[in-house]
């Protein structure tokens, strides 16, 4: 798909900004572009948030989840990683 197809859907259609903007400041994203990385990936979404905001983080990706452009998705692949004190 074009580009301009591809930022339609994103921009006009799924609001997937404006969702992860709605967990702002418990949640930060971070979102890497597959060339800035050489990987064979479109790009790779880093989140950060404390353990305390763990259910916040699971309501935002069901709703990321339901967007549009999730039917696109053909791979995801979850890892938690725990700061231990």
Do not use: C
Not at 9 to 18: G, L, P
Not at 53 to 81: C, P
């Amino acid at each position: 798909m074009s580009q301009d197809e591809r930022r339609a859907i994103f921009e006009a259609e799924s609001h997937h900004t404006e969702i992860g903007l709605a967990y702002l400041p418990q949640i930060a994203r971070q979102l890497h572009h597959s060339r800035d990385l050489g990987e064979p990936f479109d790009f790779l979404t880093w989140f950060e948030f404390a353990p305390e905001h763990e259910s916040e983080f699971n309501k935002l990706l069901v709703q990321l989840r339901a967007s549009k452009e999730w039917a696109y998705v053909e791979r995801e692949v979850d890892i938690r990683l725990v700061k231990q004190a």
